[in-house]
């Protein structure tokens, strides 16, 4: 074990950590709304990767070209899940609001499957690949334009949020439904652009993961169970700190994976996961 | 305990059909799809104890099949002890493990505690994963013993037998569950899916009472888990542990009433016949058609009745019934 391996993996996984902050961030967001789990979240994100390599195998776009379209498409799926699904069971049992996601999971998946089969794709040829090296560190251009691309969408998300009007509204209902509405704000809009920028976000980071990442019907869970874990990490609803969380977990999995075994590295992750909400059930930079 | 003379006249009748079924039917196929009913019904019926009526919605229930499963195989290969033994064995270790394991988690409520499941179920089917000892990822062959022997719980010739061992365990899930809806704990149960606070200040121990539905919901699990393996003979963690199986007990009972004595074998009725005869109609192959259709069915429950298919039963035969 040299300290050269140690910084590479290190490198990789802080990577990898924005690419999961992105991911966790949308879940952060519809959390913090409206205090509901969306458990077809992973499955979000590979309609995302299956919509890129579409483009790219159908019509010969290249993931960067096609990453925008994505995006749309992501967020209206967002809304559209918001207004068909997700409206009606606010006022419902836990359990209902559970399995109503949970359902829609299992049927985006499977509907992958039956459609696409259980092959493993991959892009061909992207624009972006190869790799540079840094003072004897190795950086896959893929990984690094993928972790600069999210962190400039988490950048733009923080903006939007803190900084536009219609960010703003957004907090406001996150705190108080009632007083928002009675402030003259659409409340239920919020919901839906909640869904829809919560879908985005994983619309992007599927698209930049499809560029160096198979593509197959069952390649969200590995990336929700991640981010669940981020998100609880964080604190659940608070977005900003899904950066940092995703930042430990992406570190947690590579040195699990290099300094105690990489068969364990996912379980580490969720060890990590456990010890974090048994300790600390807000998170580690929860406010309650 | 005023039940309806009805009731126990058509739940007696449907005990005599299911005795009688495999007399009538002596091909093994008609046989095996009513046994693997019964399997997910009794595996449902035990997450419904937990999460129906105690509200503690767990996603991690293959952690308990898995565990039966591994005790009562490990126990035949390695000491030849008979699988009915493994059986309880498997149970002990299963109620053991949920203890263990409900002591932190029930600290956390709703979607905490449902995620917090997920990522034990992930830890634990990794660990089986790397346990060389317990057959890794290869798996572990159950001995095969002929002749047929009730003491071995094998039967080759056929499925008759395993049949009746399957009705007899949802049999014995099913008493349980009658049981615990009119007993003290039973009520303690709903009080505390319904307002846990409340719970508290009526003096009822919440913690202890959420164990006690964890372990029993757990011990019977893991009966299902060696009745599996003996009836397989092959177990492995992809096939004992999986996340999806862990969904697909919840989804049994979802689909046909939580919180309900028939709920779950309704669900199971209507579930593993679907996905035979899609096996069937597609011939396999990974196409998950099945699957596709239980998703849309679980969403439009939760959307449209969350009482699942019972509750839409009970709404039709109260509006036929009324003059």
Known sequence: MTAEILLQSMLSGI???????????????????????????????????????????????????SLPVTTAALFLLG???????????????????????????????????????????????????????????????????????????????????????????????????????LMGIDTEWMFALGWGIGAACVGVAGALLAIFFYVFPDVGATFALLAYVTVALGGFGNVPATLLAGVIVGLVEVLGGILINPALKYALVFLLYLVVVLLRPQGLFGKF | MAVPT????????????????????????????????????MLAQAWNILAGYCGQISLGHAIF??????????????????????????AAVAVIVSQVIGFPVFRLRGHYFAIATIALGEIIQTLFINWDWAGGARGLFVPIKRPDSVLHLQFHTSKQSYYFIALGLLALAFLLTWRLERSRAGYYFRAIREDQEVAASLGINVARYKQLAMGISAGLTALGGT?????????????????????????????????????????????????????????????????????????????????????????????????
């Open chain 2, 65 to 90: 099949f898995g565990l039966g499963a591994y005790t009562s195989t490990v126990l035949v290969r390695q000491a030849a002890i008979s699988p009915w033994i493994g059986m309880v064995a498997g």
């Open chain 1, 15 to 65: 990577l990898m950590g924005f690419v999961y902050a992105l991911i966790a961030a949308g879940l952060s967001l519809i959390f913090g709304l409206m205090e509901i789990v969306n458990f077809a979240h992973g499955e979000f994100l590979m309609v995302a990767m299956f919509s890129t390599f579409w483009a790219w195998a159908l019509w010969a776009m290249d993931p960067v070209i």
């Open chain 1, 79 to 181: 809304v559209l899940t918001y207004k068909g699904i997700v409206r009606w069971i606010l006022q419902g049992p836990m359990l209902a609001q559970i399995f109503a996601t949970f359902g829609l999971a299992v049927f985006v998946r499977s509907g992958a499957q039956f459609f696409f089969g259980v092959d493993f794709r991959l892009i061909r040829d992207p624009w972006i690949q190869g790799r540079i090296s840094l003072g004897g560190l190795f950086i896959g251009l893929p990984q690094l334009a993928a972790s600069v691309a999210a962190l400039a969408a988490f950048g733009f998300l923080y903006w939007f949020i803190t900084r536009t009007e219609t960010g703003l509204a957004l907090q406001a209902t996150a705190q108080d439904r009632q007083a928002a509405s």
């Open chain 2, 227 to 323: 009745f599996y393996a003996q009836y397989i003979l092959f177990i492995d963690p992809e096939s004992v542990f999986p996340l999806s199986l862990s969904i697909l007990i919840c989804l049994v009972a979802v689909l046909g009433g939580v919180g309900t004595l028939w709920g779950p074998l309704l669900g199971a009725a209507v579930l593993v016949p679907l996905s035979e005869g899609t096996r069937i109609l597609l011939g396999g192959g990974g196409k998950a058609l099945d699957l596709l259709i239980y998703g849309g069915l679980i969403v439009v429950i939760s959307v449209a009745q969350p009482g699942g298919l019972i509750a839409l039963l009970g709404r039709w035969s109260r509006r036929t019934s009324v003059p």
């Open chain 2, 6 to 41: 009805g009731k126990w006249i058509a739940s007696g009748l449907l005990l005599l059909m299911l005795l009688a079924f495999p007399f009538a039917f002596p091909l093994p196929h008609p046989r095996h799809v009513m046994i693997m009913i019964f399997l997910y019904a």
